[in-house]
């Protein structure tokens, strides 16, 4: 069985401020997938990375940037510059071979002007 | 990336009704497809995983003959919701999978009055 962890359940920084989301995950298969998603206040989930268990390069889009460290099951996921629009709740989750997306408890972020 | 319809995004119904909610996938098709149930400040536990011309696999814990789910096509399930109770009310969305990427609807909010 997986299991995805989030330790933070709720972020509160001031705009332009850097914010870290921690996600540790655990499963016994060899491959696997990671995702991050977002989830604004209308509540739909909005897709923003997927990384595979063989791929460790950390990924970086815009403001957004991902690190993934196998050897500590990390997949940490970070915002730079922060902006009042990235105030959301954000799962971390993983697929194993049972194509089962399991989801951490969600962090929510809260941006202040 | 791949396309996910939910119908409807809101709905509320009077206790002892059923409600029907559909997921399609529009541009491919999806053996594959996943029920979530998300109650506020919660995160998404999976519900059923729906299997094209198959039954449902439901997760420990959901009534299957509460919640019926239908496969009917390779772009197309339904999650009936019989008998409702107010204690139903939840958000409710589903994935339909593609490989190893789960690409998620819009989500359908399910009040019962």
């Known amino acids: 069985a997986q299991k995805v962890t989030q330790a933070q359940t709720e972020i509160s920084v001031v705009e332009k401020e850097d914010v870290t989301l921690d996600c540790v995950y655990e499963?016994?298969?060899?491959?696997?997938?990671l995702f991050w998603y977002k989830q604004p206040p209308s509540g739909e989930l909005v897709f923003l990375i997927r990384r595979n268990s063989f791929d460790e390069q950390n990924e970086i889009s815009g403001r957004y940037s991902w690190n993934f460290q196998k050897s500590t099951s990390s997949f940490n996921f970070t915002i730079t510059a922060s902006q009042v629009v990235d105030s959301a709740v954000y799962f971390c989750a993983l697929i194993g071979n049972d194509y089962k997306l399991s989801f951490g408890a969600g962090t929510t972020v809260t941006v202040r002007a | 990336g791949a396309v996910v319809s939910q119908h409807p995004s809101r709905v509320i119904c009077k206790s002892g009704t059923s409600v029907k909610i559909e997921c399609r996938s529009l541009?491919?098709?999806?053996?594959?497809m996943f029920w979530y149930r998300q109650f506020p400040k919660q995160s998404l536990m999976l519900m059923a995983t729906s299997n094209e011309g198959s039954k449902a696999t439901y997760e420990q814990g959901v009534e299957k003959d509460k919640f019926l789910i239908n496969h009917a096509s390779l772009t197309l399930s339904t999650l009936t919701v019989t008998s409702a109770h107010p204690e139903d009310s939840s958000f409710y969305i589903c994935?339909?999978?593609?490989?190893?990427?789960?690409?998620f609807g819009q989500g359908t909010r399910l009040t019962v009055v």
């Open positions: 499963t016994r298969d060899t491959t696997y997938y």
């Open positions: 541009d491919f098709q999806a053996t594959t």
């Open positions: 994935s339909a999978r593609e490989g190893r990427q789960a690409f």
